[in-house]
């Protein structure tokens, strides 16, 4: 599996952004994809998955009533919307794909919020 993660860019504190994961290789579907992101000096933390199957979504304090995860699994594509971001919030996202002992990671795409 391999994975790109864009959407990102520069947006104003209060404002919304849409990240995509997009995935290529077979069985997809069977994937949990999480993101993740990193600030500058410090460690990478867990926002939000969406497991395969039932599509069960997690996410984390920093993204719990801001964020949206979803999938489209015809796509090969796993969203995240952002919505009322926080100069906190600038970050490198990530996103990757796990299924068991298997683990892939793309890219990170890069959020600024300018206060």
């Known amino acids: 599996v391999q994975l790109q993660a864009y959407g990102g860019g520069l947006v104003q504190a209060g404002g919304s952004r849409r990240l995509s994961c997009s995935a290529s290789g077979r069985a997809f579907i069977n994937y949990t994809v999480a993101w993740f992101r990193q600030a500058p000096g410090k460690a990478r933390e867990f926002v939000s998955a969406?497991?395969?199957?039932?599509?069960?979504?997690y996410y984390g304090d920093v993204a719990k009533g801001r964020f949206t995860i979803s999938r489209d699994n015809d796509k090969k594509i796993v969203y995240l919307q952002m919505n009322s971001l926080e100069p906190d919030d600038t970050a490198v996202y990530y996103c990757?794909?796990?299924?068991?002992?298997?683990?892939?990671w793309g890219q990170g795409t890069q959020v600024t919020v300018s206060s």
């Open positions: 990757n794909a796990k299924r068991n002992e298997l683990l892939y």
């Open positions: 969406v497991k395969y199957g039932l599509g069960t979504k």
